[in-house]
Structures are given as structure tokens and as C-alpha cells.
Nanobody, 118 residues
Framework: QVQLVESGGGLVQPGGSLRLSCAASGFTFDSYVMNWYRQAPGKERELVGSISIFGTNTNYADSVKGRFTISRDNAKNTAYLRMNSLKPEDTAVYYC???????????WGQGTQVTVSS
């Protein structure tokens, strides 16, 4: 059974940090590009960033560049999103998505809430 389980969300003050995790099971993790998305209330889901299969390449949305870092540990079948210098506008439900390289096959996690507020 395929599962992607996000964790690490919560309430944090502006300027604070969080690290989200995305634990994968049921598929060959190191054959999938890992993506992080977020969806704020009343807004469309947007791509935060991605990391290649072996972690050699990453890319980020302009809104998070320099503050967020995506990494992965293929031995642990887990991807991470490190978020620093958080702003209220980063408040959203954050989702991980596994996208098989060269294919439309993809899996989504259930999401984890991140709230940035004083």
C-alpha cells in the first residue's frame, strides 16, 4: 500500500523555523522526484519546490528561495522541507508529492498544517 505521510507542521512565530518530513512507503522511493506544495485558504495549491531522485538538483518558488531547503534521505525513504525565516504568508497546508521520473504516476500525502502567527 502506497503511503506518503507528512509530519512536523504546527504553529510558529514569524521569523521562526520548522522542518517538515514526508515519509514514503509502498513504492520505490529513489525512482521518484519529490515535490512540496502548499495551499493557503482561498488560494490554489502552489509548488514550493522539488528535489531530484538522488538529491543533486533542487528548485524553489521565488517566494521561498533562500529561506526553504528541500532534502531527501533515500535510505530512510523520507523527504524534508526545512523552512526558515517564516512569514505569516507562509501559512498553508503543506503537501508532499512523489512524481515518478518520466511518468505521470504520482502520489500525494494528506498534508500538514503550518501556521505562522504571533
Amino acid at each position: 500500500q502506497v503511503q506518503l505521510v507528512e509530519s512536523g507542521g504546527g504553529l510558529v512565530q514569524p521569523g521562526g523555523s520548522l522542518r517538515l518530513s514526508c515519509a514514503a512507503s509502498g513504492f520505490t522511493f529513489d525512482s521518484y522526484v519529490m515535490n512540496w506544495y502548499r495551499q493557503a485558504p482561498g488560494k490554489e495549491r502552489e509548488l514550493v519546490g522539488s528535489i531530484s531522485i538522488f538529491g543533486t538538483n533542487t528548485n524553489y518558488a521565488d517566494s521561498v528561495k533562500g529561506r526553504f531547503t528541500i532534502s531527501r534521505d533515500n535510505a530512510k525513504n523520507t523527504a524534508y522541507l526545512r523552512m526558515n525565516s517564516l512569514k505569516p504568508e507562509d501559512t498553508a497546508v503543506y503537501y508532499c508529492k512523489a512524481q515518478r521520473a518520466g511518468s505521470r504516476m504520482a502520489y500525494w500525502g494528506q498534508g500538514t498544517q503550518v501556521t505562522v502567527s504571533s
